[in-house]
Nanobody
Framework: VQLQASGGGLVQAGGSLRLSCATS????????MAWFRQVPGEERQFVAT????????SYSNSVNGRFTISRDNARNTVYLQMNSLKPEDTAVYYC??????????????????WGQGTLVTVSS
């Protein structure tokens, strides 16, 4: 499975960005998808996950209510709409995938496939 993340950039605090992750190489509707983020020197942090049908959505406490994960199975793409961005949201954002019929988990080790990351920088 190949994952290609895009949409990162520089935004002021309070602004919005939408990340996209296009997939190929496996039937997209068989995959649960997730977003993680990582700051240099720190562990990769869970952001959000979505089940293969678009249900079973969960968020980390730090982004709940500000970020929205969604997917378009016709376009083989998962999205992360990020609103009310804060400087502490600055990180490299990675999309991840796992083939599963079950409710996806939040741990990074659960996911088998990873994109290359896209940098989000939020200025104060």
């Amino acid at each position: 499975v190949q994952l290609q993340a895009s949409g990162g950039g520089l935004v002021q605090a309070g602004g919005s960005l939408r990340l996209s992750c296009a997939t190929s190489g496996r039937t997209f509707s068989d995959l649960a998808m997730a977003w993680f983020r990582q700051v240099p020197g720190e562990e990769r942090q869970f952001v959000a996950t979505i089940g293969r049908t678009g249900s079973a959505i969960s968020y980390s406490n730090s982004v709940n209510g500000r970020f929205t994960i969604s997917r378009d199975n016709a376009r083989n793409t998962v999205y992360l709409q990020m609103n009310s961005l804060k400087p502490e949201d600055t990180a490299v954002y990675y999309c991840a995938a796992v083939q599963t019929r079950f409710v996806p988990r939040a741990g990074a080790g659960y996911y088998d496939y990873w994109g290359q990351g896209t940098l989000v920088t939020v200025s104060s």
